[in-house]
């Protein structure tokens, strides 16, 4: 029960448009964020009868001075003894890594399906209904990547950031505050 609660927080059409104007309006630079995440098992062939996990493409889009950078992903979302677990895999081969979505999605056989050498499993904890966890990664010996996040009722709360040589290259001081699209 606690997978398909964390899996219905998580999955939908989120923006940061609350956000994206008080910042605007602040006169601080801050990206206009939308975030899609769609279950897709169902575009997974010949998944093992006693498998559990439930996979799910994250579709992240970007807008900074009036242009979009998508950042699809591939997670797989499986029960653990301390929460929920979230591993990345790398995006299908054929699938384009630049405008990969659930609508472009190819089915794949799920032998096929490689798991992200590079990132480092996120765990989540529930505590009254409130999901929190992430990750700290370590892409090469001098790039980091930090990951956390926070999922409720009202909103997802998303902190990433990129080192290089312990200096952010990427990530803003403030989570990302998606909240879910009306009528989406």
Request: charged letters at 25%; proline letters at 4%.
């Amino acid at each position: 029960m606690k997978m398909e609660k964390f899996v219905k927080l998580m999955t939908g059409h989120f923006d940061n448009r609350e956000q994206f104007t008080e910042m605007k309006s602040a006169g601080k630079l801050f990206p206009y964020a939308r975030h899609v995440n769609t279950v897709c098992n169902d575009k997974i062939n010949n998944i093992p009868e006693n498998f559990t996990g439930i996979f799910m493409v994250e579709e992240s889009y970007y807008e900074t001075d009036g242009k979009c950078h998508a950042s699809p992903h591939l997670f797989l979302i499986t029960d653990c003894d301390g929460g929920i677990m979230l591993s990345s895999y790398e995006i299908p081969a054929g699938e384009d890594k630049n405008t990969f979505s659930y609508a472009s999605m190819k089915n794949v056989e799920y032998s096929d399906l490689k798991r992200s050498e590079k990132f480092t499993p996120a765990l989540y904890q529930e505590k009254d209904g409130v999901w929190e966890g992430g990750s700290v990664s370590q892409f090469t010996p001098v790039m980091t990547f930090r990951l956390w996040e926070r999922f409720s009722e009202t909103c997802l709360e998303v902190s990433e950031s990129m080192e290089v040589n312990g200096k952010k290259t990427f990530g803003y001081d403030v989570p990302v505050i998606y909240k879910r699209e009306r009528g989406a």
